[in-house]
Each structure stands twice: as C-alpha cells, then as structure tokens.
C-alpha cells in the first residue's frame, strides 16, 4: 500500500472505526503545452503525474439522511457531512457555525452525479463513509481537483456497483467541477483518467486522447516548481476569461475558438475588441503549438526505436543531433507558450516569470512555461537529465533571493492513469 492510500486508510479507520472495503486513486497533471485551450476546442499535451489522491470507501451508517445515501468524508481532519441530494454542508466540527471546507462541494457534486446515474440504471444505494488523503499540491495548478473528483468518483463507484467506461467518468467529474463553480474544459480529468506510464495524452485533436511517447529519461527531465501563489479558479477570473473567448468566438463566427482563421482574428474586420483580440491570438497559436509538440515527441520516438546510440562503443549517431534538435525546438514550443499566456493571455505573475528566466537562464534546460490556468502556481521546465540538480538549486536560490521564501521544486514523470488501490 503507498504513502498516500495508508494515510486515506488510517483517516477512514480513526474516524470511522472500521475498516473500508474499496479504494481507488487518481493522479494529478501537468500540462506541458496547451493552457487555456481545453474549453476554446483547441489541444492540449498533459501528462499524469505521480502526484495523486486516494480515496477509500466503506458502508456508512450516518444518522438523519434525508435520502438513500449520505456520506462523510474527511480529509487533514476536517470532517464534513454529505447528502447529494441536499445542498447544505454540514460541518462536522465541535464549533458551531463553521464553514464547510473548500472540498466538500466537490465531492458532493460527484456523488450528485453518480447518484443521478444509479437511479437511471435502477441501482440501490448504500449509505457510504468515504476518506481521502492526498499529495497533490493543491491550488498549484496540478489539477489536484480533478484528482480528488476522480477518486471520490471511483471509490463511490465500488460502494455502489456501478462501471463507469473511462469516458462517462471523465464527464461526470467534469460536470461536477461546473456545477462546483469552475467553468474548466476537460483537460484535467482526461489527463487524470487516460494517463499511462511514458505517455503524454494528447488531447482536444480528433476522437479519443491519444497517447504520445515522452522523451526517454536519459534524454530528459521534467521539473516542476512551485511558487506556492495559490490560484482559487472559482473567484470569477476563469469564468471571465471563459466568457471572453466564447464573445470573441461569435464575433469570428466559430464554434470553437481555436480553429478561428489567423487572419481573421488580426484583420479588425470582425469587431473584436483589444481583449478579445489577445485572447483568440493565444488560443489560436496555442492550440498550433501543442499539435506541433505532439508531432516533435512523435519524430523523437521514431529515432528512438531505430537506436541513436551504439551501446558497445558509445559512439554518438545522426539519430542524437535529431533527438536533441527535436527536444530544443520542443522546448523553444514551451517558451512561446509561456510569452503568449503572460502577455495576450495575462494570466501569468511575477513569480512564474521569473522562475521561467531563472530556468531559461540556466544551462541544461530546453524550455519553461506557466503550467495550468495560471494566477500563481507552478512552471514545468524540460531539461537534461544531467542539469536537473544545478537547475533546481538556481530555481530556489533565485526565488530566495527576489522574493524572500522557497518554492517547491520537484522532478514528476508521466505515470499510469486513474485505478483501484488494494486495502491490503
């Protein structure tokens, strides 16, 4: 059992005083190219991280439930009573008139929607008590949201005997993020679900997701650096970027804002105001750059498979210059993207672009870029694999250093998708 599931165990045996019977895990993401694109039906290059969240499940028996399933969860113990079918959330706290905590709406939006789909199958419910532990930064741009959505949903799914195919969860938790306040695309519990080891998910192109090869970890190295601004995406300023690009979608006479015509969206013709100008550049640009990463990631598997390297001899090949010019233009893809959130997009601040010149500043490094929705959060940086540690003491000391405290840096690898954890 990992860290992070004995900890959901241990939460669920202390409050609870039982055993669960069902668990189920699910990880965060880092997005390497593609922010702000998911819901403009662009592309978007997520991995899935071995960052996750865990959540175990075992029959409940919590007093008053109004309707057929009533759950507590608990998580750094705060405990929080939830009936789906109820929108009150009740504290469960020796202070009176305590707020709920900030994930408690989550959950119960999952558990709203796999209710709904109970019902619809003729499924009988059972009252559940739930616990979760997690290792997901949160509010860092990692999608620790979506994990927790993920989890609750699969370990409710277990309480309940019900299957859900990879897609129908993803739109579950991806509707219960809507109806907890973030109008999100679906990038986030698409990478969370579709992930696998070694993969990138391509996402947003045509069909399902499609699995990319990441670059061999002799090759290189993806870090991440947290600056600890905590973005809360349910204060208004997502769903005012959101609202922007959908006006700005319908002055260009597109359904999906992405794939507006270049020209159209510099032309003027079509009234589109200063804002709403950046905004459609950046989605229309940004959705051309993830498809190019994907294709660059895709050419260095290809030399991959035939060998770049004679391993007797250790003699460099042609397939080397190509990997290595594949990972520079990658990485030139990344700075571009960061250039283009922090100045058409303007959602980047002064501690992200600073770790971004920090990183591009150092050598051993291909590129860096804002990672996530942006408001604070963290930068993902792709760099060789020999470089790793000079890079991440220059990211801490130079935050140190401007800013007076410590950012998080920490080396993530594209990890499996979403799945049941044993109790054992």
Known sequence: MSD??????????????????????????????????????????????DRVCVAVSGPGEVSGSRQGMQGAAIERGRACVIDPACDELVQASSSAGTPAPGWA?????????????A?????AMRRVSLAFAGDVPIGAGLSSSAALEISVCGALEQAWGIELTKRDRVLLCWKAEHRAGVP??????????????????????????????????????????????????????????????????????????????PSAVEDGACGLTDRERRLSRHAVREHRRALRAAELMVEMALVNRTGSRSA?????????????????LLGGLM???????????????????????????????????????????????LVQPGAVRTVEERLIDGFRRRHGRECDVMVVTASGGAGPVGMT
């Open 119 to 123: 019902r619809e199958r003729g499924t």
């Open 184 to 261: 999100c695309g679906q990038m986030d519990q698409t990478a969370s679900v579709y992930g696998e080891a070694g993969r990138a998910v391509l996402i947003g192109a045509a069909g399902e997701p499609a699995l990319i090869p990441m670059p061999r970890r002799d090759q290189a190295s993806i870090l991440v650096a947290n600056t600890k601004v905590r973005h809360e995406l349910g204060d208004g300023a997502y769903r005012h970027l959101v609202e922007g690009c959908r006006g700005a979608a319908v002055k260009l006479g597109v359904e999906s804002l992405c794939l507006a015509d």
């Open 312 to 328: 007797a001899s250790g003699t460099e090949r042609v397939g080397d210059t190509a990997w290595r010019t594949a990972l520079g």
């Open 4 to 49: 992070v599931a004995g900890a959901a165990h241990g939460l669920y045996r202390a409050v609870f005083g039982g055993e669960p019977e069902w668990g189920y895990r699910a990880p965060g993401r880092v997005n390497l190219i593609g922010d702000h694109t998911d819901y403009n039906g662009g592309a978007c290059l997520p991995i899935a991280i």
């Open 105 to 117: 709406r989550y959950v119960r939006e999952v558990a709203r929607g796999l209710m709904n789909t």
């Open 335 to 381: 700075l571009e993207s960061h250039r283009s959130l922090r100045d058409d997009y303007r959602v980047s601040c002064e501690e992200l672009d600073m770790l971004v010149e920090v990183a591009m500043n150092s050598e051993g490094a291909y590129g860096a870029r804002m990672t996530g929705a942006g408001f604070g959060g963290c930068i993902v940086a």
